[in-house]
């Protein structure tokens, strides 16, 4: 007895027989294989059940009440060729099971025929569907990854993390909370989030939850009926609700009001809205994606921020560093930078000089990429800049050697004080041996 290839489990098959008989054995059969498999009666609702990139395999009667399965077959190959569709034919139907099959049909089983040749042929058509999905999930992460990569610019070990962790959560349902100082490109993440994922083609709804007064947020998140409170004249779709099927992204959360965090924290367990003034519930199906520069779970400490709505928004979390702890992305982020605003303002693209490099990679950057941006359009437009950090004559006579001897110093000095002096942390951090971090920790005279 030669032992099968165990399928994914997510696979499932659709079986359209208009005899229940029929439909019914099919079913059990299929199930009986360990094979997830739902069975309805017509093509029409065969169609509503089948989207593009569906997990699975048809099976389809060809004789069938209003859309007959040929006519159905056509139907699903022209919305995803790429489907294997498997026809039921009956005695006489040889001609038609051959245009079925030069239409795109990937099998076809004559009745009557036996529960073990179903089954068979259903394996089959189900590897093909499994191989054919991972080929096209592996082409959709290399396709996110040259987005991210356009999107997130750098070569440092911190930001390709940022992008690995990106493409692991993107195309899932998690909720995600970005944690970053001001100008770390919060909301470019979160929108890079929203456009690789599935619900892309949906609503991305955005509010900034510290630009907005206490007595407004709840309206502007949960919405309103007419005549809820005083100059509420009509219903208003809240963002949450504006927001079904697609993300929400939720900048500054930290300055969000207790009271309106219970009603998110209910939200995001139940996922249901209530309007202001109503008693309806609205299913509502949404992504969310909250912002943050401050650390929440010590604000959950302190009594400032609600500690169970902290767990429920934390199930990923992606921390996006400041610039000053990758300076080594400084030259690339700035050519990027400089690229595009000398096309915007149809400008030549500006030469930097060694001196201005040289303010650039050792300023601190307080406003961190948003600011290098800024300095970029300074540059193209010829405007000055001062970046109240100018180095010293020495610096600025320093030989390219000393220049990134003084910034790997820099670099591994920070990472050591972000993993409280733990070497292999640190090593793994910035992806070299322990072995050249310590010899490279006595050169710098730093303490381990």
């Not at 004249?233 to 959360?253: M, S, Y």
Request: aromatic share 4%.
């Amino acid at each position: 007895m030669t032992s099968t290839p165990s399928l994914n489990p997510e696979l499932k098959v659709l079986i359209i027989e208009d005899d229940p008989n029929v439909r019914l054995g099919c079913e059990q059969a299929i199930q009986l294989a360990g094979i997830a498999v739902h069975g309805v009666a017509s093509a029409e609702a065969g169609q509503r059940l089948v989207g593009r990139d569906f997990p699975g395999i048809v099976i389809t009667d060809m004789r069938l009440p209003g859309m007959d399965g040929l006519q159905f077959l056509r139907t699903l190959i022209a919305q995803d060729a790429a489907l294997p569709v498997i026809m039921i034919t009956g005695h006489g139907d040889v001609s038609l099971a051959v245009e079925a099959m030069r239409s795109g049909a990937y099998d076809f089983i004559p009745k009557p025929f036996s529960p073990e040749h179903l089954v068979e042929v259903v394996r089959r058509a189900l590897e093909k569907r499994a191989l054919t999905m991972e080929v096209e999930s592996l082409r959709r992460r290399l396709d996110h990854r040259e987005e991210i990569e356009n999107r997130l610019v750098g070569r440092s070990p911190q930001i390709e993390k940022v992008r690995r962790l990106l493409l692991d959560v993107a195309d899932t349902a998690v909720d995600v909370l970005i944690l970053g100082e001001t100008g770390t490109g919060k909301e470019m993440v979160a929108r890079c989030l929203h456009d690789l994922s599935s619900r892309h083609g949906a609503n991305y709804v955005a509010l900034n939850c510290g630009g907005l007064p206490d007595n407004l947020i709840d309206s502007e998140l949960f919405g309103h009926e007419a005549g809820a409170f005083t100059g509420a004249q009509k219903r208003r779709i809240g963002k949450i609700e504006h927001a079904n099927g697609g993300t929400l992204f939720l900048d500054e959360v930290e300055s969000m009001p207790m009271a309106v965090q219970i009603k998110l924290l209910r939200v995001l367990q139940e996922r249901v809205v209530e309007r202001l003034g109503s008693n309806q519930l609205i299913p509502v199906s949404c992504r969310v994606v909250a912002a943050t520069k401050d650390d929440l779970r010590e604000l959950a400490d302190r009594q400032k921020f609600r500690a169970d709505l902290y767990y429920r928004l934390n199930v990923a979390k992606v921390e996006l560093p400041p610039l000053r702890e990758r300076r080594e992305d400084i030259p690339l982020l700035l050519e990027h930078f400089l690229l595009h605003a000398a096309q915007r303002h149809n400008r030549p693209l500006p030469e930097v000089s060694r001196e201005q490099m040289q303010q650039l990679m050792t300023h601190d950057w307080p406003g961190n990429v948003r600011e290098l941006r800024n300095a970029a359009e300074c540059i193209v437009l010829g405007l000055p800049r001062d970046f109240g950090n100018t180095p010293s004559p020495d610096t600025r006579a320093a030989s390219l050697a000393e220049a990134v001897e003084n910034f790997e110093r820099s670099l591994i000095a920070a990472e050591l004080r972000r993993q409280n002096g733990n070497l292999a942390r640190s090593s793994e951090a910035l992806q070299i041996a322990k072995t050249t971090l310590h010899d490279k920790i006595r050169k710098y005279g730093l303490a381990s």
